[in-house]
Each structure stands twice: as C-alpha cells, then as structure tokens.
C-alpha cells in the first residue's frame, strides 16, 4: 500500500486587510499543499493593492511549524510580496522556535522594515507600528 501523505491539505489561515495592511493568522502546522493554498488567497487579496504600498503583519498564536520546503516556498512568497510594494513586515511571536522562523525566512529580503512583536503588544498597537514604518518608507 502506498501512502501519499501530501495529499491531504495541513495548515489553515485566517486572512484580513485594514487599512493597507494586510493581517495573516495561520494556524496549525502546515505541509506545501496548505501554504500553496495559502498563496491563493493572499494574492486575491493583496491584487487590488496595484503595487501601491502597502504591510503585511503575521500574528503567529496558533503557528505550530512547517518543514524546510513549505519554509522554502514561503520565502519566495515574501520576496515576491517585496517586489510587490510589501515594504513593512511584521510578525507576532509566542516563542524563540517562531522567531528564528522569522529570522529564517526574512533573510536577505530587502524589507524595509522588519517588525518582531510580542504577545504582550495588542494588535492595535502593532498595526499603528506597521502604519507609522509604513508611512517612513518613502
């Protein structure tokens, strides 16, 4: 019997924009189906950005991990959000394996800025952080 264990999709996300900033929750650990499908939504919804701008902000509470391909796709998946007028990220963390994930992926990304958070900072707090880095990035 042969399994094909990325048949089945791993890794949900939660997706939303205020105000030109663009808020990813994704919860559970994903496999490369799941962050594929990830990359459909998100380019749905940042498509009306028309390269103006604009942040992305990855609030990771229910974040549990991902192998070395799924990290490998989500970089391409940033630098392609850089290319594309993302010039502020920043990233929520609730431990030290998500933040070296941080670190992993946004190696070498010409962001303008990047934004590490902790949970003691609420999201209205990290979203005005994102705005004011957002304004500064001319």
Known sequence: MTHDYHSKRHGEVELGI???I??????GAFNLDGVMHYEEIFAEKVRSFNSK???ILNQYKEFEICGPEVIKRIRSQLIWSQAHGCHVIGFETFNTVQEYF??????????KHVLVFSELQSTEFQ???LR???????
């Open 18 to 20: 205020q105000n030109g």
């Open 132 to 138: 004011n880095k957002l304004a500064d990035a001319e």
């Open 22 to 27: 663009v808020i990813c929750r994704p919860m």
């Open 53 to 55: 701008k604009w942040a």
């Open 127 to 129: 979203i005005a952080e």
């Open 102 to 111: 941080v670190r992993q992926v946004t190696k070498d990304i010409p962001f």
